[in-house]
């Protein structure tokens, strides 16, 4: 970002675009800027002292200097139009794709050693994201635990993505609540060819973020033939459409109830 206003200069091209959210505060060009979602002004307690410089000073200069803004979903153009006071004509929605490796396997050679290799016994819930609060994993260990307690969880939930912040507050929840790697597994980063037959061996995937700009995990799942149960919120029910069951990701006895629905009622899960 420091860089580019230099190039701008030397270069003089007619047209600067930032795919992603480093454009630079100034720009003496005509500028399109790409936005994913506006994360930190919807949380803007989770900030530090350098990312609430970016969030409140240096995105919004950006974003309002540019000719045209791009948002991912409908819910990040309606971000960028409460957040930012961007008119609506200003915005283009342009939806994101995935890798054309996430696919329904014809061949499922591999699944089993991929399953073997982490662990991994069928049937099971998926959940791909980072370990960030806003993703809301803790609501949703609730609502395992729940069924668990009762003896209604017949199935493991697997978790994948990096530490972010949450991780201390559900490995202290697993403890207390006596659940095991046979109850919840946490993968930590998983390669993409890994991450395929994963999806693909899938009971459904799970995500219950409070905020998503897209939601590319519900896309990859789908993409890999794989339907699940998706919070209510942002931007997450414009990915899955009708092809999910969605629910209050706040309420814990509504997520426990559709993975209990979804894991249980074979009809409904191939109708999704």
């Given amino acids: 970002s420091f860089e580019i206003p230099t190039k701008l200069r030397k270069d003089k091209p007619g047209l ?11 720009s ?21 002292p350098v990312s609430g410089f970016y969030w409140s000073k240096w995105l919004p200069a950006a974003v309002r200097r540019a ?12 971000d960028i139009e409460r957040f930012l ?44 994201s980072s370990l960030e609060p806003r993703k809301n994993h803790l609501r949703l260990l609730h609502a395992y635990e729940s069924l668990k307690r009762r003896g209604l969880a017949r199935f493991t939930l697997v978790i994948i993505g990096k530490p972010a912040g ?17 109850d919840v597994r946490f993968l930590g980063y998983v390669p993409q060819e890994d991450l395929v037959s994963l999806y693909n061996a899938a009971l459904g995937y799970v995500v219950m973020s409070l905020y998503e700009g897209f939601g590319l995990p519900v896309l990859e799942a789908m993409s890999c033939g794989l339907s699940g ?42 109708d999704l």
């Fill in 16 to 26: 600067l675009y930032s795919p992603g959210f480093a454009p630079p505060m100034w």
């Fill in 28 to 48: 003496s060009v005509s500028a399109v800027v790409t936005v994913h979602d506006l994360i930190g002004m919807a949380f803007p307690e989770n900030q530090t």
């Fill in 67 to 78: 000719r045209c803004v791009v948002a991912s979903s409908e819910s990040t153009r309606r």
């Fill in 85 to 128: 006071k961007i008119p609506e004509k200003n915005v283009r929605v342009v939806p994101l794709g995935v890798d054309a490796a996430f696919q329904k396997l014809s061949d499922r050679s591999r699944v089993p050693a991929v399953l073997e290799r982490y662990g991994i016994s069928p049937p099971f819930f998926i959940s791909v």
């Fill in 166 to 182: 949450a991780e201390r507050a559900l490995e202290t929840f697993l403890k207390e609540k006596g659940l095991g790697v046979r």
């Fill in 229 to 270: 149960v998706c919070a209510d919120r942002t931007s997450l029910p414009e990915v899955a459409g009708k092809t999910a069951m969605l629910v209050d990701p706040e309420n814990t006895d509504a997520i426990a109830e559709a993975l209990l629905m979804f894991s249980e009622d074979t009809g409904r899960r191939e």
